[in-house]
């Protein structure tokens, strides 16, 4: 099954909005493009719902449906229960608030293993812990290939050990982690894991019921929704961890680790990207009676294909030029489409080189320091990034390699 890239590309509206033709967008990283359903949703929410949910009038109970119905289609394509889905303002603040109650919850001397390799929202929040009299070890990269090896994870590992964070794929080293090997690791030892997966999930939804993990974090504005994080807390992890918000939420698992108001209109919205997944799934053939998650895990295979298509040549291309050093693997199938490269110099004027030729794309450490300090690289260069998904199409592969042909 080939991934019909003129019905994807038909489902978002900036594809046909006049001030980006042209431009071909590679931060998706960054932050995707928004599909039509959720968009519809929002405006809908915004015009039609606006009010306090869970009130007995009309709009009001319309409001508390459509949030309800949000969690309960993510949660089931993430393969978890309704209740193990929490929403928040970022997977930056959700990290932020889970660190609070690990801290509350583990005792001096304890162990949390962190990478060099993550974004720092799954790093920094962690490592503060270590105020606390909380032991902070560090799991590190591979200073050439930027790789997690399993091995030097084991040697971390010991009964001490509460809690391992890691990325399903780093934002700059685009290596997929074998989550469910490191996962049993962890378990194995008696640790719970906590998987930054925002790197991972805009490329498929993963089923986390399947991987194992205990913590499991995106972000909705990167996987073609509002700006909202996303964060899975199996049952047995949320209710011994304490409360973190108000005491009278404390019996409610998803409210559990939502201690401000959420966003109603954006959880409201979110639906619409289990509307998006469900109309690739029916446009491309998959059966009408598939659980969410194989649905889910049917589109996942679907993009990551077309992904790993285009993806290749741009990094036969890498490799080919003595003048850049590929950061990560150089097969597709083993990365998401998420490529950094090291200049040996300024990222951000090759960066505005190619947004004149009409590449949308980056120069920065991208919230990476710790991983780019790791690799040599000074953050104050930083690396351009580019990185797309299933919506890119080969003209926009073409436009950017041309560009590159022209300026590298």
Same mark, same amino acid.
């Given at each position: 099954? @080939?991934?019909?890239?003129?019905?994807?590309?038909?489902?978002?509206?900036?594809?046909?909005?006049?001030?980006?033709?042209?431009?071909?967008?590679?931060?998706? =990283?960054?932050?995707?493009? +928004? !599909?039509?359903?959720?968009?519809? %949703?929002?405006?809908?929410?915004?015009?039609?719902?606006?009010?306090?949910?869970?009130?007995?009038?009309?709009?009001?109970?319309?409001? &508390? !449906?459509?949030?309800?119905?949000?969690?309960?289609?993510?949660?089931?394509?993430?393969?978890?229960?309704?209740?193990?889905?929490?929403?928040?303002?970022?997977?930056?603040?959700? +990290?932020?608030?889970?660190?609070?109650?690990? &801290?509350?919850?583990?005792?001096?001397?304890?162990?949390?293993?962190?990478?060099?390799?993550?974004?720092?929202? *799954?790093?920094?929040?962690?490592?503060?812990?270590?105020?606390?009299?909380?032991?902070?070890?560090?799991?590190?990269?591979?200073?050439?290939?930027?790789?997690?090896?399993?091995?030097?994870?084991?040697?971390?590992?010991?009964?001490?050990?509460?809690?391992? !964070?890691?990325?399903? !794929?780093?934002?700059?080293?685009?290596?997929? *982690?074998?989550?469910?090997?490191?996962?049993?690791?962890?378990?194995?030892?008696?640790?719970?894991?906590?998987?930054?997966?925002?790197?991972?999930?805009?490329? &498929?939804?993963?089923?986390?019921?399947?991987?194992?993990?205990?913590?499991?974090?995106?972000?909705?504005?990167? +996987?073609?929704?509002?700006?909202?994080?996303?964060?899975?807390?199996?049952?047995?992890?949320?209710?011994?961890?304490?409360?973190?918000?108000?005491?009278?939420?404390?019996?409610?698992?998803?409210?559990?680790? @939502?201690? =401000?108001?959420?966003?109603?209109?954006?959880?409201?919205?979110?639906?619409?990207?289990?509307?998006?997944?469900?109309?690739?799934?029916?446009?491309?053939?998959?059966?009408? $009676?598939?659980?969410?998650?194989?649905?889910?895990?049917?589109?996942? $295979?679907?993009? %990551?294909?077309?992904?790993?298509?285009?993806?290749?040549?741009?990094? $036969?291309?890498? *490799?080919?030029?003595?003048?850049?050093?590929?950061?990560?693997?150089?097969?597709?199938?083993? %990365?998401?489409?998420?490529?950094?490269?090291?200049?040996? %110099?300024?990222?951000?004027?090759?960066?505005?080189?190619?947004?004149?030729?009409?590449?949308?794309?980056?120069?920065?450490?991208?919230?990476?320091?710790?991983?780019?300090?790791?690799?040599?690289?000074?953050?104050?260069?930083?690396?351009?990034?580019?990185?797309? @998904?299933?919506? @890119?199409?080969?003209?926009?592969?073409?436009?950017?390699?041309?560009?590159?042909?022209?300026?590298?």
């Amino acid at each position: 099954m @080939t991934l019909d890239i003129d019905f994807v590309r038909a489902q978002f509206p900036a594809f046909s909005e006049p001030s980006l033709r042209g431009q071909a967008f590679f931060g998706n =990283a960054g932050g995707s493009y +928004t !599909c039509k359903p959720v968009i519809d %949703r929002l405006f809908r929410f915004y015009t039609q719902r606006k009010v306090q949910p869970y009130a007995p009038y009309a709009a009001s109970q319309l409001a &508390g !449906c459509e949030m309800d119905e949000a969690r309960a289609r993510l949660s089931a394509m993430l393969g978890v229960a309704g209740d193990e889905l929490s929403f928040g303002p970022s997977t930056t603040q959700n +990290t932020y608030v889970l660190a609070r109650a690990f &801290g509350d919850w583990m005792q001096k001397g304890e162990a949390i293993i962190v990478t060099n390799q993550d974004h720092e929202a *799954n790093s920094g929040p962690w490592r503060r812990l270590a105020d606390q009299g909380i032991e902070v070890r560090e799991w590190k990269i591979d200073p050439v290939s930027g790789m997690l090896n399993t091995d030097d994870l084991d040697e971390l590992l010991d009964e001490k050990v509460r809690l391992v !964070c890691f990325p399903h !794929c780093s934002n700059v080293i685009g290596a997929i *982690n074998p989550v469910v090997e490191i996962t049993a690791m962890a378990h194995a030892a008696g640790a719970f894991v906590c998987v930054d997966g925002v790197s991972y999930a805009p490329h &498929g939804f993963p089923d986390v019921g399947m991987l194992g993990a205990d913590i499991y974090l995106l972000s909705a504005y990167k +996987t073609y929704g509002p700006h909202q994080g996303l964060m899975v807390i199996r049952r047995a992890l949320g209710e011994l961890l304490p409360n973190q918000g108000h005491y009278f939420n404390a019996d409610s698992l998803y409210k559990r680790f @939502t201690p =401000a108001g959420p966003d109603h209109a954006q959880i409201a919205a979110c639906a619409g990207m289990a509307d998006y997944i469900d109309a690739l799934h029916a446009h491309h053939g998959g059966g009408g $009676d598939m659980a969410p998650a194989r649905k889910s895990a049917f589109v996942h $295979d679907l993009m %990551r294909a077309h992904e790993t298509r285009l993806l290749q040549p741009l990094l $036969d291309w890498a *490799n080919s030029r003595n003048s850049v050093r590929l950061i990560g693997p150089d097969k597709a199938s083993g %990365r998401a489409p998420t490529v950094a490269l090291d200049l040996g %110099r300024a990222a951000f004027p090759l960066a505005k080189k190619l947004a004149d030729r009409g590449i949308m794309a980056e120069g920065s450490d991208f919230y990476a320091v710790r991983a780019l300090e790791a690799l040599g690289i000074s953050p104050e260069d930083g690396v351009l990034r580019l990185s797309f @998904t299933h919506y @890119t199409a080969q003209s926009e592969m073409d436009q950017l390699l041309n560009a590159l042909d022209d300026i590298v």
